[in-house]
């Protein structure tokens, strides 16, 4: 994950796909051994675990960070498990959403 912070290609945001995974996303996920998650993804001040608003800065927040549908990724929790999840949608932009 370290080399995802390493090399961030940042682009306007009417640059960027509507199916990419980046701050403001909602993302749908397959959770190994689990049901499917769905969250958004936000600033570390927009976070609220019971509507479903994780930190980007979190670890996982920061594996998801420019991936598409179809597309796993497996990542390390704060406890040191190994977790892996595979987006399998993601909808555009939240932010009007946020500033309600």
Request: charged residues 30%; negative net charge; aromatic residues 4%.
């Amino acid at each position: 994950m370290i080399e995802k912070l390493e090399r961030p290609c940042v682009l306007p945001d009417d640059q960027v796909p509507p199916d990419v995974v980046k701050i403001g996303s909602i993302v749908t996920c397959e959770v190994e051994d689990g049901p499917c998650r769905t969250f958004s993804l936000v600033y570390p001040d927009d976070v609220d675990a019971e509507k479903g608003r994780i930190s980007v800065l979190t670890p996982v927040g920061v594996a998801l960070l420019g991936l598409r549908p179809g597309q796993a990724v497996e990542w390390f929790s704060r406890d040191g498990q190994r977790n892996h999840l595979m987006v399998v949608r993601v909808e555009d932009d939240v932010k009007d959403e946020l500033a309600l």
